[in-house]
């Protein structure tokens, strides 16, 4: 399965979750074994070479993407949460978003300085938490290898936030 079937694969949902938003659900992809086998094979592919050591997935959907490309890749996989959701001592960082802020938080023992951190996410739209999520890494020490999507809604310019950064995304609209 190449990048265009997977993206028949995807439902677009009109007006949702507000009216005007044309919403790309993956989970029509997911509840497909070989559609999300594939989608995950063929984010891997892009960084075989790399040497990764850690995946960082920032909530909810990252987990999806990021703890079946870690196992893929054999890397180590963290997620990246809201506050309150991780038990041990965290690092915080707080980001903008159109309307107001939001913060973000990883476990401080997640990253050694110097690994090799791939950030990886379901959605490449504003950037926002994406750029949040490598800033926090590289706030460890962590360096980034790239920042991996299965789509990116190419509109919004999120690659724009995240340069210099190796950005590859699997489907854009």
């Known amino acids: 399965m190449n990048s265009n079937q997977l993206k028949a694969q995807i439902r677009e949902v009109m007006d949702f979750p507000k009216a005007g938003i044309c919403f790309k659900d993956i989970t029509t992809i997911l509840q497909n074994k070989v559609a999300f086998k594939a989608a995950i094979d063929l984010l891997a592919k892009e960084y075989y070479k790399h040497e990764i050591d850690l995946i960082v997935g920032p909530e909810a959907r990252g987990f999806i993407v990021g703890a ?3 196992y893929v890749l054999g890397t180590g996989f963290i997620p990246v949460r ?5 038990p041990a001592a965290t690092e915080t ?3 903008d978003l159109e309307y107001g802020s939001n913060k973000l938080q990883m476990h401080r023992d997640a990253i050694k300085p110097g690994q090799k951190v791939l950030v990886a996410d379901d959605l490449l739209a504003t950037g ?4 949040a999520t490598v800033k926090l890494v590289e ?3 962590g360096n980034i290898v790239g920042v991996g999507f299965l789509i990116e809604l190419q509109f919004l310019n999120g690659r724009e936030l995240l340069a210099p950064y190796q950005v590859k995304s699997l489907i854009q609209y």
Do not use: D, Q, S, V
């Open 68 to 70: 079946p490309l870690a």
């Open 82 to 86: 809201k506050p309150g959701k991780l």
């Open 93 to 95: 960082i707080e980001y």
């Open 128 to 131: 926002g938490t994406a750029a």
């Open 139 to 141: 706030k460890m020490g």
